[in-house]
């Protein structure tokens, strides 16, 4: 299973970024669709996950800024960051956990995309 992110970029204060991540490869379902953040000399911590009942996470971010969404038919999920602050600089990394069947799951993370946010 590979997880791949896109939509980071260096942005102004004040503006959004939407961030996607699209997994391919062999599974029968997606379980835990979500988003983490790290920066540097910090662990990584979680921004938002979507869980398969309908529930949902957020990090001690909150939800006020951060908007986490999913696409089951394409295996996505999006994170929509708005009114961006330079304290939101981070690298930002999807997560999933797959079902492969028959009780077996898998946990995979992206490579991780950099969101610059400059004042």
């Known amino acids: 299973v590979q997880l791949v992110e896109s939509g980071g970029g260096s942005v102004q204060a004040g503006e959004s970024v939407k961030l996607s991540c699209v997994a391919s490869?062999?599974?029968?379902?997606?379980?835990?669709m979500g988003w983490y953040r790290q920066t540097p000399g910090k662990q990584r911590e979680l921004v938002a996950e979507?869980?398969?009942?309908?529930?949902?996470l957020y990090g001690d971010f909150g939800k006020d800024r951060f908007a986490i969404s999913k696409d089951n038919a394409k295996n996505t999920v999006y994170l929509q960051i708005s009114s961006l602050r330079p304290e939101d600089t981070a690298d930002y990394y999807c997560?999933?956990?797959?079902?492969?069947?028959?009780?077996?799951?898998?946990?995979?993370w992206g490579q991780g995309t950099r969101v610059t946010v400059s004042s």
């Open positions: 490869g062999s599974f029968s379902s997606i379980t835990v």
């Open positions: 997560h999933m956990v797959v079902s492969a069947g028959q009780g077996a799951y898998g946990e995979y």
């Open positions: 979507l869980l398969r009942d309908g529930n949902s």
